[in-house]
């Protein structure tokens, strides 16, 4: 659960054989999701916290993530660092 580093994508790579590695409000996330017609779909771990999140939606219109997102910021309200908090779910 590392960023790959490929020599063609260079060191800023986010992508760790399939999962998404980053950040959410300061806090460390992996995550993936999909879609197709009529689905959409997102897995987030917050590992440091022990949480993890998982939306599945029976309509591609669904912002699986963003879903994903707000859930995580209800429950882990209060392990945001304080410097970077808003009522963003970027």
């Not at 999909?34 to 309509?59: E, K």
């Amino acid at each position: 659960q590392k960023p790959v580093v490929a020599t063609e994508w260079g060191d800023g790579s986010f992508y760790g054989f399939g999962l998404l590695i980053g950040a959410h409000r300061g806090l460390r996330t992996v995550g993936h999701g999909g879609g197709d017609p009529g689905i959409s779909t997102y897995v987030l771990r917050y590992p440091d916290q022990g949480f993890a999140v998982t939306v599945l939606g029976n309509m591609d219109e669904i912002p699986a993530m963003t879903l994903a997102k707000g859930a995580a910021e209800i429950y882990l309200a209060d392990a945001f660092p304080a410097a970077t908090a808003t009522n963003s779910l970027t």
